[in-house]
């Protein structure tokens, strides 16, 4: 049953890395794309980590930590364009 569950949620990972790569070809700006393209790849990332945690329970340390950093820096690169694609007047507010 562990093992089923592990495929799963590794298996929806990379339905999620899917997910967030195809409306890279669609007409929205530039930003939306990335937007949507870095939470379908943080979740599914998550995803698989999840998954390995369940396959491989005695590397759970790392695992968690890679969890840990996905969430992170995942969140700071976000927050990192979006500072960068501001105006320069808006900085100061």
């Known amino acids: 049953m562990v093992d089923l569950l592990s495929y799963g949620c590794i ?3 990379v339905v999620f890395w899917f997910w ?3 409306p890279l070809l669609g ?3 530039v930003l939306f794309k990335l ?4 939470v379908a790849d ?3 990332s998550m995803a698989i980590v999840v998954g390995l945690l369940l396959k ?3 590397e759970w ?3 968690v930590l890679g969890l840990i950093t996905l969430a992170l820096w995942n969140t700071v690169l976000g927050y990192v364009l979006a500072y960068c694609a501001t ?3 808006s900085h100061d507010r």
Do not use: N, V
């Open 42 to 44: 943080t979740l599914g």
């Open 11 to 13: 298996t929806l990972g």
């Open 56 to 58: 491989i329970p005695g």
């Open 20 to 22: 967030g790569t195809w």
């Open 27 to 29: 007409p929205r700006s």
């Open 87 to 89: 105006p320069e007047d």
């Open 61 to 63: 340390p790392l695992l």
């Open 35 to 38: 937007h949507g393209l870095s």
